[in-house]
């Protein structure tokens, strides 16, 4: 509210109270700035009050400033020891390497052992026919490896006479046959016979037409010097 009084406004108290304060800032604010001599007006400056640190402040300062200390001299001890732990290593490398060169140096080298000798080469199995030409042939590498004698033509003679080449031919009416022991095979040779004369190397079947050969000659020739003396039954 407002009393109007001619050329003149009167304040309340309200009023009062505010440019009060308004004086008192204005007064403030015109200490807080000051003009040095010699510059413009317009360049002002400010003081500012330092600020008191607190004990408090000061020791939290101090304990980060030393804890870094701290620990930027761990890290240079930490480091100097792995520098010396490798150095140690590699000097040790180094001298192992160089005893073990010495070493080396005064041992002499052991002579190489001699080669062992190729091992012979086992025989290669001469291959016959399965036939009475092989068979024949057979049986007289045989006879001859344990010197018996006899001939192809001998042999092959005596043998187209007894069996006509049949290699399971059996005599089943003379008297050996009635004597229970029938002359078999290729050369007609009894069982008793055949086990008398049996040649190693050869089967014991003596329907085997190389092991009936083979027993058969060897009789001949201890009996009529060679299978080419037989011309007849023996």
Excluded at 213 to 232: E, F, L, P
Aim: net charge positive.
């Amino acid at each position: 509210m407002r009393s109007t009084i001619t050329g003149t406004a009167r304040l309340t108290t309200v009023h009062k109270l505010s440019a009060a304060g308004l004086t008192a800032a204005a007064g403030a604010a015109a200490l807080a700035f000051a003009v040095t001599p010699g510059q413009a007006a317009e360049t002002p400056s400010i003081a500012v009050k330092p600020v008191a640190w607190t004990t408090t402040d000061l020791a939290a300062h101090d304990h980060i400033t030393q804890q870094a200390t701290t620990t930027a001299a761990d890290a240079a001890e930490a480091k100097k020891k792995a520098d010396a732990a490798a150095k140690a290593k590699a000097d040790k490398a180094r001298a192992d390497q160089q005893a073990a060169s010495r070493s080396q140096a005064r041992t002499p080298a052991k002579p190489a052992a001699p080669a062992k000798p190729a091992a012979p080469a086992a025989p290669v199995k001469k291959a016959y026919a399965d036939n009475l030409d092989g068979w024949i042939k057979e049986s007289l590498d045989i006879l001859k490896s344990k010197n018996i004698p006899a001939t192809y033509d001998g042999i092959k003679r005596n043998v187209m006479r007894e069996s006509t080449g049949n290699p399971r031919a059996i005599n089943d009416w003379d008297v050996n046959a009635a004597n229970g022991v029938p002359s078999k095979g290729l050369l007609q040779i009894i069982d008793p016979t055949f086990k008398a004369y049996h040649v190693e190397g050869t089967s014991w079947d003596p329907y085997d037409p190389v092991a009936n050969i083979t027993a058969s000659c060897n009789y001949a020739a201890d009996k009529y010097g060679s299978m080419d003396n037989v011309n007849s039954a023996y």
